[in-house]
Nanobody, 115 residues
């Protein structure tokens, strides 16, 4: 059974950095895109960043220039480097992996940006 496990969340001051990781367990084949989404209280889940298996990236306007998504294809792991964090980045961050026949989601990791 496939599971996605996020890690790296926590409490950070404004202007600080965090690096999220999403590791996979079980066999996942035919991945074509991996990404990060987030959901703040009272809001809908929104796209943060995605990366295809060919390395094409896409970012939400709100995080461009501050966040960087990357992946390790051999390990089926995706990362999100978050710099210059703002209070409005506070949310639960979810990893998503898309394969030809469906989608896998992680359980989420909390990121809180506060002084």
């Amino acid at each position: 059974q496939v599971q996605l496990v996020e890690s790296g969340g926590g409490l950070v001051q404004p202007g600080g950095s965090l690096r999220l990781s999403c590791a996979t367990s079980g066999s996942i084949r035919n991945i074509y895109r991996m990404g990060w989404y987030r959901q703040a209280p009272g809001n809908e889940r929104e796209l943060v960043a995605t990366i295809t298996t060919s390395g094409v990236t896409n970012y939400a306007d709100s995080v461009k220039g501050r966040f960087t998504i990357s992946r390790d294809g051999a390990k089926n792991t995706v990362y999100l480097q978050m710099d210059s964090l703002k209070p409005e980045d506070t949310a639960v961050y979810y990893c998503k992996i898309e394969v030809l026949w469906g989608t896998y989601w992680g359980q989420g990791t909390q990121v809180t940006v506060s002084s």
